[in-house]
Every structure is written in structure tokens, then in C-alpha cells.
């Protein structure tokens, strides 16, 4: 059964922002989850299912709680992170593959997010209607605004296009407010890798044109481009901190926020 809207929750695509004295983001989310597996491996159930009982934390305060004192809706693009490309593979192969990957990952999200009764959609850009949605932009849209989860699937569809830039397109196309990008072990945006160099520098904020110039590696280009002409804000955060999905959503989590704002 759908769960009930709460009672200021507009129709259309109108962008909502936080009521006065808030600091919460309002709107639709886009979570850009990197989920990192030996081509090998089957995903852990606990990795599986760990963020997702973050993911059930923040929609029941959101049912509780309504707009604008937290977020509404919450859309995730699944990024495929390993085994991607294979040395001497075609590169159109290999992007499809990663594709495919990213739907296998959406359909184990959902299955958890099923079990733990949040009414969830999966949509891939390739159709494969056996077992997800195929993309429609307004289908989507009537989906979050009935309060399901929405997960995106096989990128855009298109060999040469990343996950980013997936994210990036997704988020503009249902008038996102901000992207949450979870990133495995990795709490921000630093100026070189702190796995490499323990004397790297952490950016608590930084404006797209800082990250163009200086040519950090958060998101390619086209992506953070397309995140900068929408007024998309970015939210870079370590997703293996127990907690911190549900306070990515509250602005309150230690990592790094990319706006267009200098």
C-alpha cells in the first residue's frame, strides 16, 4: 500500500526548499552509491544491508516528520565500482557490462529495501521489463511523489557516459536539490589521496568551479558541468560510517559540500 503523503507535499515538480530556521535539505534527493565488489564476489549481505536500515531510518522520520523539516523523496543511481573495463576488452563491451552490473546491484537494493517494507521502483535505461521499469521521466516523478523509492539502473543507457554523469542527469531531470554521494571509506574531498599521502588536505566546501580548476577527482567533468548549470548541490560522505546516510540527509555529516555558491 502506498504510504500517505504528507499533507504540505506538493503535486508537480516544484523545487522545495527548507522552512526558516532549518538547515535540513528539502526536495528530492539523488544518493549516488558506489558499491565496490571483486568481479568474483557476490555482494555481502551485511554490506547490502546495512545502509539500507539507514535508508528505512530516514524515510519513516520523513513519513513522521513531513516537508520541510526533512527530505521527501529519495532516488538512488547505482554506480558499479571494479571489474569495470577489462585490459584488451572493447571499451562499448565493457561499459555495457558495467550496465548490466549496475542493474544486478539495483535489484539486490531493492530486495533489501523490500524486506524491510519501503515501497521501492527499480528503472534501467536499457529495458529489460521481465524485471525492472523501463526510464520514463514522468513515471518516476508520479512514483516519488507517491513516496516510493525510486533506484535507477544501467546508467544512461549510453557506452561513454559514467555513473556520475548518470546521477548528475537524474538529478536534473526530477528538479533535484542536492546529490548525496556515498563513497566507500573515503569521508570527502581531499586535495590529493589520503589512502597515498597522510598529509592530505580535507575541504569541508568547495564551489564547482574550485573543483574544475583544480581538477579534483570527485565526479568527472561532464557531470560536476552539469551539476554547476542546474544549482545541484554535492554531498561527498563516507557511507561505512554507521548513521551517516540518515545524517547526509540532515546536512550534519562530516564530509564535503560542493555548491555553485563561491
Do not use: W
Request: net charge negative.
Amino acid at each position: 500500500a502506498d504510504h500517505p503523503r504528507p499533507a504540505d507535499a506538493g503535486e508537480g515538480m516544484a523545487r522545495l526548499r527548507p522552512a526558516e530556521g532549518h538547515d535540513l535539505v528539502a526536495g528530492e534527493v539523488v544518493a549516488h552509491i558506489e558499491i565496490e565488489v571483486a568481479p568474483d564476489d557476490r555482494l555481502p549481505v551485511v554490506a547490502r544491508t546495512a545502509p539500507c536500515r539507514e535508508r528505512t531510518a530516514s524515510h519513516e522520520h520523513v513519513l513522521a516528520h513531513g516537508v520541510p523539516d526533512v527530505v521527501r523523496r529519495v532516488v538512488v543511481e547505482l554506480a558499479f565500482v571494479g571489474g569495470r573495463t577489462s585490459e584488451g576488452m572493447d571499451r562499448t563491451t565493457a561499459d555495457y557490462i558495467g550496465m548490466l552490473a549496475t542493474v544486478m546491484n539495483a535489484m539486490a537494493l531493492q530486495d533489501a529495501l523490500e524486506n524491510m517494507d519501503v515501497a521501492t521502483r527499480v528503472q534501467t535505461a536499457i529495458e529489460m521489463r521481465q524485471i525492472a521499469e523501463p526510464y520514463i521521466r514522468r513515471k518516476a516523478v508520479r512514483h516519488l511523489e507517491k513516496e516510493r523509492v525510486v533506484i535507477f539502473g544501467a546508467g544512461t543507457g549510453n557506452p561513454y557516459f559514467s555513473t556520475d554523469t548518470t546521477a548528475a542527469l537524474r538529478a536534473s531531470e526530477i528538479n533535484a536539490d542536492v546529490i548525496l554521494m556515498a563513497k566507500n571509506g573515503v569521508d570527502g574531498v581531499y586535495d590529493s589521496d589520503p589512502k597515498k599521502n597522510p598529509n592530505a588536505k580535507k575541504y569541508d566546501t568547495l564551489n564547482y568551479m574550485d573543483v574544475l580548476n583544480e581538477g579534483l577527482q570527485v565526479m568527472d567533468s561532464t557531470a560536476i558541468s552539469m551539476c554547476m548549470d542546474n544549482d545541484i548541490d554535492l554531498v561527498v560522505f563516507n557511507m561505512n560510517e554507521p548513521g551517516n546516510i540518515v545524517k547526509a540527509v540532515r546536512r550534519e555529516v562530516n564530509g564535503t559540500t560542493i555548491t555553485k555558491k563561491k
